[in-house]
């Protein structure tokens, strides 16, 4: 069989695929930077350290779900020669992008579950929390677009 060759291209469940993965690292990085390695909090902060720890387990299992989900729709896209690449990129910057901003403004703002930082000016690490978020979402949307176009025209890469 020809490697090279292109099945039924499937845009919408390559940006899904690669949405979840993104979800997922985005969500695998937050846990393991800010709540193991730097400590500066937990998932859920109103309560005892235990419960924190717990919930941080459940976001952890949370995203390896995502994760492998995800890598389980890539793989079978891939294997039918389905997978756009573009749309992919798009999916994946925009999960990880959403996922960064919904933590942002839900989790610390709305639902105060928690903070990026405790016992220092909280604005900075709001502002680069939300900005870093917004940046991927950005790049995730230009993609998109760039995908878009390129199906319109008849050459999907």
Same mark, same amino acid.
């Given at each position: 069989?020809?490697?090279? $060759?292109?099945?039924?291209? @499937?845009?919408?469940?390559?940006?899904?695929?690669?949405?979840? =993965?993104?979800?997922?690292?985005?969500?695998?990085?937050? @846990?393991?930077?800010?709540?193991?390695?730097?400590?500066?909090?937990?998932?859920?902060?109103?309560?005892?350290?235990?419960?924190?720890?717990?919930?941080? +387990?459940?976001?952890?299992?949370? @995203?390896?779900?995502? =994760?492998?989900?995800?890598?389980?729709?890539?793989?079978?896209?891939?294997?039918?020669?389905?997978?756009?690449?573009?749309?992919?990129?798009?999916?994946?910057?925009?999960?990880?992008?959403?996922? $960064?901003?919904?933590? +942002?403004?839900?989790?610390?703002?709305?639902?105060?579950?928690?903070?990026?930082?405790?016992?220092?000016?909280?604005?900075?690490?709001?502002?680069?929390?939300?900005?870093?978020?917004? =940046?991927?979402?950005?790049?995730?949307?230009?993609?998109?677009?760039? /995908?878009? /176009?390129? @199906?319109?025209? +008849?050459?999907?890469?």
């Amino acid at each position: 069989m020809d490697t090279t $060759q292109k099945g039924n291209l @499937e845009p919408a469940r390559s940006m899904r695929a690669a949405l979840l =993965i993104g979800i997922g690292i985005m969500a695998a990085l937050d @846990e393991i930077i800010f709540h193991q390695f730097l400590g500066w909090h937990h998932f859920y902060d109103r309560s005892t350290t235990e419960v924190g720890l717990l919930t941080d +387990g459940l976001l952890h299992s949370a @995203e390896l779900v995502a =994760i492998v989900a995800g890598f389980f729709l890539f793989s079978d896209l891939r294997r039918r020669h389905s997978f756009v690449p573009l749309r992919g990129w798009a999916g994946f910057f925009i999960g990880a992008g959403g996922f $960064q901003l919904f933590d +942002g403004i839900v989790d610390h703002k709305l639902l105060r579950v928690h903070q990026v930082r405790y016992n220092v000016d909280i604005l900075p690490y709001d502002l680069a929390w939300n900005g870093a978020a917004l =940046i991927l979402l950005i790049i995730g949307l230009v993609l998109l677009r760039r /995908a878009k /176009a390129t @199906e319109r025209s +008849g050459t999907v890469a």
